[in-house]
């Protein structure tokens, strides 16, 4: 159980396109899902919290007008990248609360964005 | 910001207990330690946590001294697959995950 997925796994897209990735919980619902970035030999950067429902927090920093999360259903939240450039190539991993009563968070596999 | 420092990285003998210390000596009462660990190019596993009392699961457990300033996970039989970085977080909703420690489990 507490199974979560992204799509797409990589993607490749040329500067100035935007991009974006798909994050669900395939076998529970998550009120709450959050956005991390990764960078090579880094640890994991929280970029946002995503409510269902309602607009996303923003971590300091972090552009949300570059960074656009819509959390349309209890299973899915996006991210899309927007005028994507090389400094955002990273690892994009989200994550999604069992619940409302849950603390753990469950991870997705990661979304490896490489902008050209 | 991270509220935990952990070691950068540690070694361990395959078949031998791996011992995972962290220090979170500024948690607060409502806030858990949880423990989860990163093999290269993946999303982070959930492993455990805990809030006051020692855990135990089929992959670790897990010890909270009484203070709460600190813990230790506990891998009772390490083997080649569990190398990977751990994270230990106390936080209560969002997670500022620090740099982990890189675990190296040897033959």
């Known amino acids: 159980g507490a199974v979560v997925s992204q799509h797409p796994s990589w993607v490749i897209c040329k500067s100035g396109t935007s991009v974006k990735i798909e994050c669900r919980s395939l076998?529970?619902?998550?009120?709450?899902m959050f956005w991390y970035r990764q960078f090579p030999k880094q640890s994991l950067m929280l970029m946002a919290t995503s409510n269902e429902g309602s607009k996303a927090t923003y971590e300091q920093g972090v552009e949300k007008d570059k960074f656009l999360i819509n959390h349309a259903s209890l299973t899915l939240s996006t991210l899309t990248v927007t005028s994507a450039h090389p400094e955002d190539s990273s690892f994009y991993i989200c994550?999604?609360?069992?619940?409302?009563?849950?603390?753990?968070?469950?991870f997705g596999p990661g979304t490896r964005l490489t902008v050209t | 910001d991270a509220k935990t420092t952990q070691p950068t990285s540690m070694d361990c003998a395959e078949g031998r207990a791996a011992n995972l210390p962290c220090n979170h000596s500024t948690i607060s009462g409502n806030e858990y330690v949880y423990w989860y660990r990163q093999i290269h190019s993946q999303g982070p596993q959930y492993i455990i946590h805990g809030l006051k009392n020692n855990e135990t699961n089929e992959m670790a457990s897990l010890i909270i001294t009484e203070d709460r300033k600190s813990s230790t996970l506990i891998l009772p039989h390490a083997t080649l697959r569990d190398t990977a970085v751990y994270y230990c977080i106390s936080n209560f909703n969002k997670f500022y995950f620090g740099s982990g420690t890189k675990l190296n489990v040897k033959p």
């Open positions: 994550s999604a609360k069992l619940g409302p009563q849950g603390f753990e968070q469950y």
């Open positions: 076998d529970f619902q998550a009120t709450t």
